[in-house]
């Protein structure tokens, strides 16, 4: 609803019917377990990278359910994601904070942040108050980047400040459209990709998994 684009991806409740997603979005595919519980999923061995096709996926499904049964047995699984593999690019953890009501002031405001992650990233974020203009979120973005290893934005094709700019700006739509409710939201990671011509690939960002918190429909809850 604000922009952001994400995974082609289903959930399937069988081996199955996770093979035929899969056909359906395309190889390679990733799987994931899903439950609002599971932590640490990788460690688990509630994920799968890479499958090349409808045998591995099916093999793929019994592994990711067993390995949760056996390694988290009182999670309730609801079923296991079936994902696109996104193309390599630069990983950055967004997303904004809901910092409760000062003295003097109005109300509630929102700070936006973005950090550069993965190998030979400077890790401290940077961060923004509400509201964030063009101008900002364009600096913000440059800062960010120049947070990745030296070589990362070496080429033509690599991801430019612009797009990451627009993402944060995306986020302060967020803030202006639900500043009643909203509390949180982590884009975790948000993947930055190289342009390629060739593909004919529009999408230059993509998030891989988010998170959003909101206040309770109703007080007390």
Request: hydrophobic share 45%.
């Amino acid at each position: 609803g604000y922009g952001f684009e994400i995974t082609r991806q289903a959930v399937a409740n069988s081996a199955s019917g996770a093979a035929s997603f899969a056909d359906r979005i395309g190889y390679p595919v990733v799987l994931k377990a899903l439950s609002p519980s599971l932590r640490r999923r990788f460690e688990l061995g509630a994920v799968k990278l890479d499958l090349p096709n409808a045998a591995s996926v099916r093999r793929a499904y019994g592994e990711v359910v067993a390995n949760v049964e056996r390694e988290a047995p009182t999670t309730r699984l609801d079923g296991v994601v079936v994902a696109e593999m996104i193309a390599p690019g630069f990983e950055i953890r967004c997303g904004l904070r809901r910092i409760e009501e000062a003295p003097h002031a109005d109300g509630p405001s929102w700070v936006i942040f973005a950090q550069a992650t993965g190998p030979g990233a400077t890790p401290e974020p940077v961060a923004c108050a509400t509201p964030l203009r063009p101008e900002d979120a364009l600096c913000a973005a440059e800062l960010v980047l120049s947070r990745l290893p030296t070589h990362a934005r070496r080429r033509a094709a690599d991801p430019q400040a612009e797009t990451l700019a627009v993402a944060l700006l995306r986020l302060q739509q967020m803030v202006d459209a639900l500043a009643d409710r909203l509390v949180s939201v982590d884009l975790e990671p948000l993947r930055l990709l190289a342009s390629d011509e060739e593909s004919g690939e529009s999408r230059d960002a993509v998030v891989l998994d988010a998170s959003i918190r909101q206040l309770p429909h109703l007080e007390g809850l």
